[in-house]
């Protein structure tokens, strides 16, 4: 199986280009068009490849395709700052929402949201969170 190797191609490009005045856009639209230029073959001299083909690298028959497929789950994972903000606390939406009470009502009897001294409750999901959070730990929303 050959697989694309996307980082080696990217720091290959990002050390010779100069992002200055360019916008996200801009950077990989450029980048594809980098990796389509036809260049001279490091096998056969005087043959002309895309240079793709340079970051394409045969694995081994032991894996399958399975092992190289992106993660484009839908499912919101907490992650980096988010995480940090919160303790490690590391719940998937579907883990918060079987765990979650849904009998305990996030308004309070005036019909704003409760922000008790116990805790609060998430604006969209429900999910209960500390008196001081500014994001849900479950579905990442800001809280009011």
Not at 17 to 38: C, D, I, N, R, V
Not at 59 to 74: L, N
């Amino acid at each position: 199986m050959r697989v694309f190797n996307g980082r080696a191609a990217t720091e290959d490009y990002m050390s010779t280009h100069s992002l200055t005045f360019s916008t996200p856009e801009m950077t990989l639209k450029k980048f594809a068009l980098w990796l389509g230029e036809q260049i001279e073959s490091p096998n056969n001299k005087g043959q002309q490849i895309p240079r793709l083909i340079i970051y394409l690298e045969d694995k081994s028959k032991k894996t399958s395709a399975t092992d190289y497929t992106p993660d484009v789950t839908e499912r919101f994972e907490p992650s980096g700052a988010v995480t940090d903000m919160f303790g490690g606390i590391s719940r998937s939406v579907s883990d918060s929402n079987s765990e979650h009470n849904f009998q305990t009502s996030p308004l309070d009897s005036n019909g704003s949201y409760n922000r008790s001294s116990e805790g609060q409750f998430c604006i969209e999901c429900g999910s209960k969170l500390r008196s001081s959070s500014k994001f849900c730990i479950s579905c990442g929303t800001r809280q009011r």
